[in-house]
């Protein structure tokens, strides 16, 4: 009989979980800033950061002294009643942001369902039934619910469940001519990512972006960006929109903004928002005082001007290292992203063979991600020290030299 302390191994994954994950053989037991400790007490440098999520290091004491006072006092009461901690964050993302209104959800694909269904709500509203096309991008990634892979640009995670929704039309990103060329008054929505993650990080052009709020302006449509990835720091502002000069109607974060702890927020503007009225829209968890009052504390740590330009600075030294690296034992053809969303986009000789990176890092204690079968990603915590990048290098040059060489 399985007791709670029968130990816990990799193979019990295969017997009770559903098959649509392949996790690692090793099985996380305890972090620490940048360090991750398998159940083997196995030491990781971690520049996945749990896919861009944790965003200040594992077990910061600020947060698990948050997470203990907020557990001592109140868990939820869902939205029947309104709690201390989330109007405090949404006041905290009002201020730091575009922002006048905030909805709260539980994941980044719950904050996209939301604010795709206010695109359409809104365009109802204001003009009619017939504005219900959503302009979204191929490769780009918004969740996995049927509504954000139906936006989502990669037919892989949308084929075989069904027609997909209806209305959304994807366009090569970066591309301003068929842009351009596509929306029309149907249009309700352009929807983006200011710099697509799963899709390979792919930086939007500061052209194209500025070219998609102003056609979003000539025809009536809301410009929407997904800071699920890049917002709550990571590219070196609080949100990306901030580096580029303009301002979207509607912005969703997640990931970064709790740390780990489940969490997501749509913001938008007074007169958008009054289009999810009373009924319309609504989540049992979202905006629960225990995971609002960690994003609470998250935004206190990283809206910093010193974490932010942390952020930068962390980012070059990555550069420099990434290309010493490749100089000694070329394996990309560029190293990309922003801020602390890093990508070597591998050369032709090693395509499809990210994964392999990703292996050969991680059995010799340094986690990093990938962003399709052609990029080796890194997300590391914003915090990360000096010390951990210089080390995590040195093992990923290891790695890169089994690859290549071996
Ligand atoms: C840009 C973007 N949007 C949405 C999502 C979905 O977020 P979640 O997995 O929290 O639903 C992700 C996750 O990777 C993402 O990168």
Redesign the pocket.
Known sequence: MFMSNTPVTRALFDDVMVPNYAPAPVIPVRGKGSRIWDQNDKEYIDFAGG??VTSVGHSHPKLVATLKEQGEKLWHIANVMTNEPALRLAKKLTDATFADKVYLAN????A?EAAFKLARRYAVDHFGEHKDEIIAFEQG????TLF?VSVGGQAKYSAGFGPALEGITHLPYNDIKTLEAAISSKTCAIVM?PLQ??GGIIDADPAFIKRARELCDEHNALLVL?E???GAGRLGTLYAYQQTGIMPDIL?T??GLGNGFPV?AMLTTNKVAKSLAIGTHGSTYGGNPLACSIAEAVIDIVNTPEVLAGVTAKFNRFKAGLEDINARMPFCKEIRGKGLLIGCALSEAYNDRAGEFLKAAQSKGLLVLVAGPNVIRMAPSLLIPDADIDAGLVILEAAVRDITQG
């Not at 990634?141 to 996995?144: E, L």
């Open positions: 896919i861009a994941s980044g694909a719950e996209n990634f918004h969740g996995r954000t990512e993650g799963e997904d699920v990835q890049t969703t997640a990931k997501a």
